[in-house]
């Protein structure tokens, strides 16, 4: 079909023994264009799918849908992309076979800075994972990292967080559990004229119970700080240090 914007339209369809494939194409042109590609295969116990889709105008913007199984074995595919005065893309996965689970994503903005995010899970049998790190730039820059994994009766959790600009800061957490066990730690950093750390600890197993921090202060002079606490039923301990130095 043509006149001030034309159409094509394309259908096939083929099969030889246990193989069947079916497959179209659209297209439409005016002022901007629009293509489409669909694409269905079968072989055994082999199954694919696909498509794609375009579209243009002042900008243009992709897809692509693709799933594939075999057997116990199963996937799927996507990617998202927009382009005009600034770009995103996005990608997602997914896949399976048997007790194996897994999902992936990325993300990605770009203007006159960028993002980026990633995110991860996976599972087989009791285990279980997840992370997710996401990254921001402009005039200054951020990153995070968050993760969780658990097997049985472990858990464990961490984090980090970076941000730089005329300085830098980061922050670690970590938490882990085990049956009657608990750990819970953390560390702060802080750097620009001076610097600044700090790190705090804690755990806890059945009736122990034990606390630590330590700060540490430099700049023109110094300052250390230590402190401890712990308890075991009744018995409870205190310890402190603190030194501060002068130039």
């Keep these: 079909l ?15 023994n246990c193989l069947r494939v079916r497959a179209s194409w659209d297209c439409l042109r005016s002022r901007s264009s629009w293509n489409s590609l669909r694409i269905r295969a079968s072989w055994n116990c082999l199954r694919v799918r696909a498509s794609w889709d375009c579209l243009r105008s002042r900008g243009s913007w992709n897809s692509l849908r693709v799933r594939a199984g075999w057997d116990s074995l199963r996937v ?10 600034s ?4 990608l997602r996965i997914r896949a399976s076979w048997n007790c194996l689970r897994v999902r992936a994503s990325w993300d990605c903005l770009r203007s006159r800075g960028s993002w980026n995010s990633l ?19 402009g005039r200054s820059s951020w990153n995070c990292l968050r993760v969780r994994a658990s097997w049985n009766s472990l858990r464990v959790r ?11 800061w980061n922050s670690l957490r970590v938490r882990a559990s085990w049956n009657c066990l608990r750990v819970r ?9 001076g610097s600044w750390n700090s790190l705090r600890v804690r755990a806890s197993w059945d009736c122990l119970r034990v606390r630590a921090s330590w700060d540490c202060l430099r700049g023109r002079g110094s300052w250390n700080s230590l402190r401890v606490r712990a308890s075991w039923n009744c018995l409870r301990v205190r ?3 603190d030194c501060l130095r002068v130039r």
């Design 2 to 16: 043509r006149s001030r914007s034309s159409w094509n339209c394309l259908r096939v369809r083929t099969s030889w």
């Design 76 to 85: 799927r595919a996507s990617w998202d992309c927009l382009r005009s005065r």
């Design 87 to 90: 770009s995103w893309n996005s």
């Design 119 to 137: 995110r991860v899970r996976a599972g087989w049998d009791s285990l279980r994972v997840r992370a997710g790190w996401n990254c921001l730039r």
């Design 158 to 168: 961490a984090s980090w967080d970076c941000l730089r600009s005329r300085g830098s």
């Design 185 to 193: 730690a953390s560390w702060n950093s802080l750097r620009s004229r």
């Design 239 to 241: 310890a402190s240090w």
